[in-house]
């Protein structure tokens, strides 16, 4: 009786854990249940926000570098313009009995603002002074002719200075400083005309209607009332040009601006959260931004996203997946409510064999969108548990096919942005992604494994990014470049570094782009390393790099033939054991151009049409100064026995107001045909708006000034004949070629204040 008391006992006692324990098993069921879409949703959601940030991030960064390059191109064509107005200033003569008036006249002739300095740094122009002025770095080829920008002592715009660009030189006859300016609201609105029309082009062209770009004018850095106004946005209810205020609050009332104006001062950029209407909807929505303070205009620079797009997005994936997992909690709990009932052998042996199944699902969970069969399905024996790891391939499968699409995107932008860098030049057109291609299949003939060759793929398209800081001046130069540029384009691997090192998506491969042209003899650059001290990455960027400018097309030359190539890149001192190994793999690598001989005639007519940009007058046909400058320092050097004449068109300005200007563009077109066609001359030039020049390679100069008299006078326009200064003088009286011309006008000059 005790015996079956103590067995009834017992029983109750297993009777009311087996009950506590399906209680609490289905109370943790519930918990599970409930919470576990909440966290599947997070993690899905914050992996989308960090990767929107950092696409953000690239894209803002690709602004700032184009418009970079925009700014100092346009400029340096603004120095350029201002060097030569302060040039034909110049020419004023202590004959002149009123020196200052005669600038004035000649400036407002030509269209151009001119000042006048004085010793103490002053001008006759009251907001300009030279001691709020620092020099123009970037190098300009004019001599004797200085540039600065300027900071007004007296005129302001929203409380800052205005600036001016301003070149000067210094007139020793009359002992005064004369200078050529323009305010800088002038050429930051040519600025903003280039920018925003690429911008519309380019970066917003593939934007879906909920995104968003935007270019703020920062007034005051401090904050206020008015700290800064908008000048490019396209979303609702933005209004461009009026000054806005820091203590402006968003679309909840969160004081945002102060904050992201803080980390702009300390930082230069940012990332910044605030509530805003959307493009396509009038309730706030919450945005992130990201956001780059450009300090040579003042500029702030940024674009974003809106979070509800990857919420809606974050939720359809975790409603998918728990779904799915709700189907395999259900099963868990009854095999393991079952499990406890189980008191025989065969119950045990099926409770291990189903919490193997599970263990294998649960394992396989943590391997969800890492790779597409994350359970191996002939390891589970039970169909339920089979469907439940089917679903959960599926859905891992679909998680990397999206983060798949979201690299393409990627790979995709950066190709489509080098394209666009690859534009100003049309040389380099394609060499980026061939380089790419070229790296990738050295990384895998050499067994490297999948993200190295990926690495070394992105590198590839991303290597000369650092041209956009080139300027056009060098970078699409026809001619050979000076010792001091080359040296400047020897720059462009350092700045591809500098622009890419500290986006974090590239901080691995920034080295391996800086070493693209680092070579195992020491003598490559920017850093000149050793072959120990180079990646093996960078010497197989600097591989393929060589490969590609062997074996395409040049207007010069032919592309090499690829045992040529190869015979050119073993004396390159690039690795020669990774040349041993790659050289018999090599013709199966190459993309053969297509269409090589008119790939190479189109070529020719660029650079035929390049050589006629830079060095000639397109209206006239005629040679601009700079190559006639070039041409006669050659001759100058070379001792030629030759002469140089100077024509000059008596009071164009006076025909062009009289007759009309299209009266004196015909006269210029007819004065520019007949010196073409004169005997014995060559490198016919245009080097100024009324004058011209040529070099004359005949022994009696004399004679020669009289025929261009006689046949100047038969050109008629209109019914009329007009007066012309003919100068010469011979190569031997000058020792430069800017001398030469000086000493033409000169001649000129006393022509005219004798007759």
Not at 100 to 129: C, H, M, P, T, W
Not at 226 to 239: D, E, L, Q, T
Not at 251 to 265: D, I, Q, S, T, V
Request: glycine letters at 4%.
């Amino acid at each position: 009786m005790t015996k079956l008391r103590t067995i009834e006992s017992v029983v109750k006692k297993l009777s009311y854990l087996v009950f506590f324990i399906f209680v609490f098993t289905l109370i943790a069921f519930l918990y599970v249940e409930k919470n576990e879409k909440n966290t599947i949703y997070n993690y899905i959601l914050n992996i989308e926000i960090k990767k929107h940030k950092q696409q953000i991030k690239l894209e803002t960064y690709a602004a700032i570098s184009f418009i970079d390059a925009q700014t100092k191109t346009i400029m340096h064509d603004e120095f350029i313009k201002l060097g030569y107005a302060v040039k034909l200033a110049s020419t004023i003569s202590n004959h002149d009995s009123n020196p200052i008036q005669k600038l004035k006249d000649i400036g407002f002739e030509n269209g151009y603002r001119l000042a006048v300095f004085y010793k103490d740094g002053s001008s006759n122009i009251d907001f300009l002074n030279l001691n709020y002025c620092n020099p123009y770095k970037s190098y300009l080829n004019f001599v004797s002719i200085h540039f600065f920008i300027c900071s007004s002592p007296s005129i302001k715009v929203n409380n800052q200075p205005q600036k001016f660009l301003l070149a000067t030189i210094k007139l020793k006859q009359l002992d005064l400083e004369v200078g050529a300016y323009k305010p800088m609201l002038e050429v930051e609105q040519k600025i903003m005309d280039v920018v925003f029309k690429k911008i519309n082009d380019f970066i917003l062209a593939d934007k879906n209607s909920d995104s968003y770009f935007f270019i703020v004018k920062i007034l005051n850095i401090n904050g206020g009332d008015a700290f800064a106004m908008n000048i490019f946005n396209k979303s609702r209810g933005v209004a461009i040009g009026r000054p806005e205020s820091s203590h402006k609050t968003d679309a909840m009332g969160n004081y945002y601006r102060e904050k992201y104006l803080k980390a702009l001062k300390e930082k230069g950029q940012t990332y910044s959260v605030y509530y805003y209407p959307s493009p396509t909807s009038s309730k706030p929505r919450k945005k992130i931004s990201f956001r780059i303070l450009y300090k040579p205009l003042n500029w702030m620079v940024g674009t974003g996203f809106y979070v509800d797009n990857l919420k809606k997005n974050a939720a359809l994936m975790a409603d998918e997946i728990s779904k799915k997992l709700k189907l395999f909690n259900l099963l868990l709990l009854g095999v393991f409510i079952l499990s406890i009932f189980l008191i025989n052998g065969a119950g045990n042996i099926l409770s291990k064999r189903i919490s193997y199944d599970a263990s294998k699902i649960i394992s396989g969970l943590k391997k969800l969108g890492k790779t597409e069969t994350p359970i191996k399905l002939h390891s589970i024996e039970f169909d339920k548990f089979r469907k439940i790891a089917e679903a959960i391939n599926l859905a891992s499968t679909q998680i990397i096919n999206k983060n798949n699409q979201i690299e393409r995107n990627r790979v995709e932008f950066i190709e489509t942005f080098v394209k666009v860098v690859e534009a100003r030049d049309v040389y380099t057109k394609g060499h980026s992604e061939r380089v790419a291609y070229y790296a990738k299949k050295i990384g895998e003939m050499l067994g490297l494994d999948e993200k190295r060759q990926h690495n070394l793929y992105i590198s590839g398209l991303l290597h000369d990014l650092g041209k956009v800081a080139i300027p056009d001046a060098i970078l699409l130069k026809p001619r050979k470049l000076s010792e001091h540029e080359y040296e400047i384009m020897k720059l462009h691997p350092l700045f591809s570094y500098l622009l890419v090192k500290d986006i974090s998506m590239f901080k691995d491969i920034a080295i391996f782009i800086k070493q693209h042209h680092e070579r195992c003899d020491g003598k490559g650059y920017p850093d000149g390393l050793n072959c120990r001290e180079i990646t093996l990455e960078g010497k197989i960027l600097a591989i393929a790099d060589v490969f590609d400018a062997l074996t395409t097309s040049r207007p010069y030359r032919a592309a090499f033939s690829i045992q040529k190539a190869i015979t050119v890149m073993k004396e390159s001192a690039l690795d020669n054991e990774i040349l041993s190994q790659i050289e018999d793999a090599l013709p199966r690598l190459l993309l053969i151009e297509n269409d090589q001989p008119q790939t190479t005639d189109i070529l020719k007519q660029i650079e035929q049409s390049r050589m006629e940009l830079f060095e000639k007058d397109l209206f006239s046909g005629l040679y601009r100064i700079k190559a006639f400058l070039d041409f006669i320092g050659e001759l100058i050097k070379r001792k030629r026995d030759y002469y140089i004449f100077m024509v000059d068109i008596k009071k164009l300005k006076r025909i062009n107001f009289l007759l009309g200007y299209e009266a004196g563009n015909r006269l210029i077109l007819e004065v520019a045909k007949l010196i073409r066609d004169l005997e014995n001359t060559s490198f016919h030039a245009r080097i100024g708006a009324n004058f011209f020049g040529f070099v004359y390679k005949g022994s009696n100069p004399e004679e020669m000034a009289k025929i261009i008299k006689d046949r100047l006078s038969q050109i008629e326009i209109e019914g009329q004949h007009f007066e012309y200064y003919v100068s010469f003088i011979s190569l031997e009286e000058a020792q430069s070629a800017e001398e030469a011309v000086y000493l033409l006008e000169e001649k000129i000059e006393q022509i005219k204040y004798h007759s």
